[in-house]
């Protein structure tokens, strides 16, 4: 039986959430290897991070998004600084409104109308993912597009609005989903991606250094799913496409793994690390799948739940040269 994403606007938490802007303001990054955004952050401060530029890290096209605004009246996205996106304005799918049960998806417009002569220009595909906390403390969201060769222009943002209480001892763990748009560097298109998230957190070990915390920091990514534009699992086809491209049995999508070392978390609760998955080859061997990086804040009272990104980039898809995914999540105790 074919198996569809299914829509589950009712249940979305982001349509009961009213107020003004959740991304409202942006302070100048402080130069630090943290990505931009909150220049002089504290456990007590909300805090809010951006994509790094081309400039500062990445392919050309990264960090690009600005001015990031969600309408809760209208459920819209507006988005600056991104070509032939409509009128910046996005509205919620049509084909695919909700992943994971609880992401938003928004879509910008497909025709943009000359208003001298009426003739319409057609525009880039782009599509936008938001999630927000139950209470609203954090939130996320991220902008990719399928019209160029290479990955294109888009940006991603998370932030809290809030402190955070960070334990002194003892361990936590923290569940929950992750939903993402997967890119092309040498092809065009885009999709979907799902999976679940368990992030745990040693708060006695690794020994604290200055101006970090030794906290390890580990995490699991498993159940990862692949949907095309409208919708349609294609996990089992991407996943034929690489056995037979490599001569490799992968059975599933690998699950992806943080590195645990110390130094990835900060008094702040920010946390920063990397990221991998590996397949076993022909010959037995053990072999990396994709690499990359997870970002995130942890926030309220207690460090009762986590928001974050994870940015992973594999070239063993032979679809196109690399293939990138970009995912967001909000965990809880």
Sequence with gaps: ???????????????????????????????STTPPGTKSPSAASAIYRTEPTSEEAGYDGNGYATDISYDAAKDTFTVDNLAFDGDNEYSRGTKVKTLAGKYAVYEADTQFTDPENSKPINQYTHRAIYGVSRNGNTNFAIVRTGAYAGYGFGGFIYQRTGGVTLPSSGQAVYNGVMAGLRDFNGAGGLEYTTADIEIAIDFDDFDDSTGTRGDAVDGVITNRKIFDINGLDITDTVIARIETENAITLRSYPTATFTVGPGVMDDNGEILGTVQSYYTDSSGDTQTFETGNYYAIMSGDKAGQIVGVVVMESSIDPIASTVRETSGFVVYR
Excluded: H, I, R
Aim: hydrophobic share 55%; aromatic share 6%.
């Design 1 to 31: 039986m074919t198996k569809f994403l299914v829509a589950a606007a009712a249940a979305l938490a982001v349509s009961a959430c009213g107020g003004p802007n959740p991304f409202a303001v942006v302070e100048d990054s402080s130069g």
